[in-house]
């Protein structure tokens, strides 16, 4: 009964916090002025945040292991039946391992030491899995569809204050593990709590002053208005000129307008946010010499909770890094010639649905580059970690940060677009 409480407390706690972007916190699905647009934003949160970021999530608990035996020149699991099975066997190439392992977080005994702080105990992993879900809600998946004479957005919540809701809900992280370690009442524990503290305070600084920058650029602090810019400079709608390089023809070739190519100092302190997945090179709180860390006297489910946030938060790094620096669900060369296909006109949904593709393909992709860094690099030591963030990646945040200032918005001041041979546009300045 406790296993199936502590997740539907987890669930209720997603929907509340994602319920904090909209403009009617509590009553935000019920009181619409429409029903079709209550029923729209309910089916988002069910399937853009609990499912496919659940079921992608779930899924990497099974590819993680099967690309570390990749790097490691070994077969990998390839066996998880619930039956007795000969070893020849291999059942789907061992991909019933992901049952195996809900299985075994659901039937474990739940385990609370007897002098630790019982409702802190619960509610640490709840704080640690809940925030990493709810950001994903001010992130589009795609562009708008009509259905039913009505638009529909690919994107739970829209909220004024925009991407500031992912520095604000992903602080949230920090306490689930201070209360992890604090109330096991474990030495071990609460020395493992301090130090994931305290690294993940550090590398909060930088990746928001990286965001700053992409603000400034854009004008805007809204992922949507933010991607619209980027599909206006390069269809050359009312962003005109906004494009880094371009050609003059049926297709946009050149060089997109892509947050990673205005910003790429951005990119990397923003990219520093992979220390929150609190994996290698920066799984120092989890780091098996170090007596396991914050989470060492957790058990069953809410063992579970902590690890399933860190593939969470894996999902949601690449959900966000795409948002703002991969263009979106933007194609590269444009999306003009497509939206002008005949059958894109006559079924306005298949355009929502391709670029959707164009998204979650990009998000995949940033998520293999996450498993590369995980299974390259070594672990870090404590203070090379603490250095990093505080010696090199904020004073390069704020540098950036004051030449962003001055710089201004893209296509004014020093980065107004010239025209140069065969009607082709640049920018002055590729750091606008």
């Given at each position: 009964?406790?296993?199936?409480?502590?997740?539907?407390?987890?669930?209720?706690?997603?929907?509340?916090?994602?319920?904090?972007?909209?403009?009617?916190?509590?009553?935000?699905?019920?009181?619409?002025?429409?029903?079709?647009?209550?029923?729209?934003?309910?089916?988002?949160?069910?399937?853009?945040?609990?499912?496919?970021?659940?079921?992608?999530?779930?899924?990497?608990?099974?590819?993680?292991?099967?690309?570390?035996?990749?790097?490691?020149?070994?077969?990998?699991?390839n066996r998880g039946p619930h039956r007795p099975a000969r070893p020849e066997e291999r059942p789907l190439g061992g991909l019933p391992h992901i049952l195996t392992d809900v299985l075994k977080m659901?039937?474990?005994?739940?385990?609370?030491?007897?002098?630790?702080?019982?409702?802190?105990?619960?509610?640490?992993?709840?704080?640690?899995?809940?925030?990493?879900?709810?950001?994903?809600?001010?992130?589009?998946?795609?562009?708008?569809?009509?259905?039913?004479?009505?638009?529909?957005?690919?994107?739970?919540?829209?909220?004024?204050?925009?991407?500031?809701?992912?520095?604000?809900?992903?602080?949230?992280?920090?306490?689930?593990?201070?209360?992890?370690?604090?109330?096991?009442?474990?030495?071990?524990?609460?020395?493992?709590?301090?130090?994931?503290?305290?690294?993940?305070?550090?590398?909060?600084?930088?990746?928001?002053?990286?965001?700053?920058?992409?603000?400034?650029?854009?004008?805007?602090?809204?992922?949507?208005?933010?991607?619209?810019?980027?599909?206006?400079?390069?269809?050359?709608?009312?962003?005109?000129?906004?494009?880094?390089?371009?050609?003059?023809?049926?297709?946009?070739?050149?060089?997109?307008?892509?947050?990673?190519?205005?910003?790429?100092?951005?990119?990397?302190?923003?990219?520093?946010?992979?220390?929150?997945?609190?994996?290698?090179?920066?799984?120092?709180?989890?780091?098996?010499?170090e007596i396991i860390g914050y989470f060492v006297e957790y058990s069953c489910m809410k063992f579970g909770l902590f690890m399933i946030s860190e593939f969470v938060e894996v999902v949601v790094l690449?959900?966000?890094?795409?948002?703002?620096?991969?263009?979106?669900?933007?194609?590269?060369?444009?999306?003009?010639?497509?939206?002008?296909?005949?059958?894109?006109?006559?079924?306005?949904?298949?355009?929502?649905?391709?670029?959707?593709?164009?998204?979650?393909?990009?998000?995949?992709?940033?998520?293999?580059?996450?498993?590369?860094?995980?299974?390259?690099?070594?672990?870090?030591?404590?203070?090379?970690?603490?250095?990093?963030?505080?010696?090199?990646?904020?004073?390069?945040?704020?540098?950036?940060?004051?030449?962003?200032?001055?710089?201004?918005?893209?296509?004014?001041?020093?980065?107004?677009?010239?025209?140069?041979?065969?009607?082709?546009?640049?920018?002055?300045?590729?750091?606008?």
């Amino acid at each position: 009964m406790s296993r199936v409480l502590t997740i539907l407390v987890a669930m209720f706690t997603i929907v509340f916090l994602m319920a904090g972007g909209m403009r009617r916190p509590t009553t935000w699905c019920l009181v619409e002025e429409h029903w079709f647009t209550g029923a729209s934003r309910l089916t988002n949160v069910l399937f853009l945040v609990l499912i496919f970021v659940m079921v992608i999530a779930t899924l990497l608990t099974m590819a993680e292991r099967k690309w570390s035996a990749f790097i490691q020149d070994r077969m990998g699991p390839n066996r998880g039946p619930h039956r007795p099975a000969r070893p020849e066997e291999r059942p789907l190439g061992g991909l019933p391992h992901i049952l195996t392992d809900v299985l075994k977080m659901l039937t474990k005994e739940d385990l609370i030491p007897a002098a630790a702080n019982r409702f802190m105990f619960n509610l640490g992993p709840i704080l640690a899995f809940a925030p990493t879900f709810a950001l994903f809600a001010v992130v589009p998946a795609g562009p708008s569809v009509q259905v039913f004479g009505r638009n529909v957005d690919m994107v739970v919540a829209t909220p004024d204050f925009g991407a500031l809701y992912v520095l604000a809900i992903a602080s949230l992280a920090v306490y689930g593990t201070a209360l992890a370690g604090w109330a096991s009442n474990n030495k071990f524990g609460l020395l493992g709590g301090v130090r994931a503290t305290s690294q993940m305070i550090a590398y909060e600084v930088a990746p928001g002053l990286s965001l700053v920058g992409i603000f400034l650029t854009f004008s805007s602090v809204q992922f949507p208005a933010i991607i619209g810019d980027i599909g206006n400079a390069l269809t050359g709608g009312t962003g005109q000129g906004r494009y880094l390089w371009r050609t003059d023809g049926a297709f946009d070739l050149g060089l997109p307008a892509w947050g990673i190519f205005i910003q790429p100092l951005g990119f990397l302190l923003f990219f520093a946010r992979l220390r929150e997945t609190k994996r290698a090179p920066f799984d120092l709180p989890g780091g098996e010499s170090e007596i396991i860390g914050y989470f060492v006297e957790y058990s069953c489910m809410k063992f579970g909770l902590f690890m399933i946030s860190e593939f969470v938060e894996v999902v949601v790094l690449a959900g966000v890094t795409t948002a703002v620096f991969f263009g979106g669900y933007h194609l590269p060369f444009g999306n003009e010639w497509l939206a002008n296909l005949p059958i894109m006109q006559e079924h306005g949904w298949l355009l929502g649905t391709i670029l959707g593709t164009v998204f979650w393909l990009k998000v995949l992709f940033l998520i293999w580059v996450q498993l590369l860094i995980r299974w390259t690099f070594p672990r870090f030591r404590y203070d090379q970690i603490q250095s990093l963030g505080w010696k090199i990646l904020l004073p390069l945040g704020l540098v950036k940060r004051v030449r962003d200032g001055c710089a201004g918005p893209l296509g004014s001041g020093p980065c107004r677009a010239a025209r140069g041979p065969r009607h082709r546009r640049r920018l002055v300045s590729w750091w606008c």
